[in-house]
Nanobody, 128 residues
Framework: QVQLVESGGGSVQTGGSLRLSCTAS????????LGWFRQAPGKEREGVAA???????SYAPSVVGRFTISKDNARDTLSLQMNSLKPDATAMYYC??????????????????????WGQGTQVTVSS
């Protein structure tokens, strides 16, 4: 059974940093595109960042230069380093994996591309 487990969420002040991690069991990260989504209260879920099988990364325009997605295939770990956090980053953050053997091809496709596996989410709260 495939499981994705996020960790690293918490509360920080504006300008602070957090690092989210997502570990997998039951499959190999190297076979999937991986990404981070977030959903704020009352808003739709949105894609934040993604990494394809070859390591290519893409980001939502609002986080470019401040967030960094990375993966460690040997440890089946996906990370999201978030710097210079703003209150609008407050949301539940979810890691996700797409169809095996497929690449995403860019952040703009996160909303319309099938996600096969989801984590349970980790809360990020940024106070002003």
């Amino acid at each position: 059974q495939v499981q994705l487990v996020e960790s690293g969420g918490g509360s920080v002040q504006t300008g602070g940093s957090l690092r989210l991690s997502c570990t997998a069991s039951g499959y190999a990260y190297s076979s999937y595109w991986l990404g981070w989504f977030r959903q704020a209260p009352g808003k739709e879920r949105e894609g934040v960042a993604a990494v394809d099988r070859d390591g290519s990364t893409s980001y939502a325009p609002s986080v470019v230069g401040r967030f960094t997605i990375s993966k460690d295939n040997a440890r089946d770990t996906l990370s999201l380093q978030m710097n210079s956090l703003k209150p609008d980053a407050t949301a539940m953050y979810y890691c996700a994996a797409g169809l095996p053997g497929r690449d995403l091809g860019g952040w703009e496709r996160m909303g319309s591309t099938e996600v096969v596996y989801w984590g349970q989410g980790t809360q990020v709260t940024v106070s002003s």
